[in-house]
T-cell receptor, first 110, second 112 residues
Framework: QQPVQSPQAVILREGEDAVINCSSS?????VHWYRQKHGEAPVFLMI?????EQKGHDKISASFNEKKQQSSLYLTASQLSYSGTYFC???????????FGQGTTLQVKP | DAGVIQSPRHEVTEMGQEVTLRCKPI?????LFWYRQTMMRGLELLIY????????DSGMPEDRFSAKMPNASFSTLKIQPSEPRDSAVYFC??????????FGPGTRLTVT
């Protein structure tokens, strides 16, 4: 089942913070976060694994609550380059198979 | 490395025609994924391969869709016959671990 992301859209001013949430009804092995700019391919940001392991970009942080099957992506001191659509992808095993949420559109204004 | 390569980048075809999309994964990656993206349905996994073997094709919408991976450096997604509702951007992605997937630039398919 497709994970649910919230909010659907966010508008920020440069320097402001944002939180994007991802919730699944299934037990999760991993949560992946990707960003897609208009007309481009999704780009990997971060992965959070069951058990606490994380891997991703230094300037982006995220959390994974295994019991609640929820993850949050934290964007701090936003920059214009953060604009795009953010997708969470959830995996129920270590196969790499992901089911993506519907996306959260983030717009950062000067 | 050149990244994941997809061709063609754009395809316009008429309903009923056969369409073949191509993908060259990153050298050394052993997993390959085909996704379809539309406004209505978002980013959907169609099929994925591990070591050239199809592992899960539960996302393939119907028998008109087929995918092959004859070797580690090439995969195809074929639609025959194509229909207007197949219009979408099709992405191929590859990975070497359970971590990040590297997406190709996509093929924008329009079926008229």
């Amino acid at each position: 089942q497709q994970p649910v992301q919230s909010p659907q859209a966010v508008i920020l001013r440069e320097g402001e913070d944002a939180v994007i949430n991802c919730s699944s009804s299934k037990a999760l092995y991993s949560v992946h976060w990707y960003r897609q700019k208009h007309g481009e391919a999704p780009v990997f940001l971060m992965i959070l694994l069951k058990g606490g392991e994380q891997k991703g970009h230094d300037k982006i942080s995220a959390s994974f609550n295994e019991k609640k099957q929820q993850s949050s992506l934290y964007l701090t001191a936003s920059q214009l380059s953060y604009s795009g659509t953010y997708f969470c992808g959830t995996g129920s095993s270590n196969t790499g198979k992901l089911i993506f949420g519907q996306g959260t559109t983030l717009q950062v204004k000067p | 490395d050149a990244g994941v390569i997809q061709s063609p980048r754009h395809e316009v075809t008429e309903m009923g025609q056969e369409v073949t999309l191509r993908c060259k994964p990153i050298s050394g990656h052993n997993s390959l994924f085909w996704y379809r993206q539309t406004m209505m349905r978002g980013l959907e996994l169609l099929i994925y391969f591990n070591n050239n073997v199809p592992i899960d094709d539960s996302g393939m919408p119907e028998d008109r869709f087929s995918a092959k991976m004859p070797n580690a450096s090439f995969s195809t997604l074929k639609i025959q016959p194509s229909e207007p509702r197949d219009s979408a951007v099709y992405f191929c992605a590859s990975s070497s671990t359970e971590y990040e997937q590297y997406f190709g630039p996509g093929t924008r398919l329009t079926v008229t």
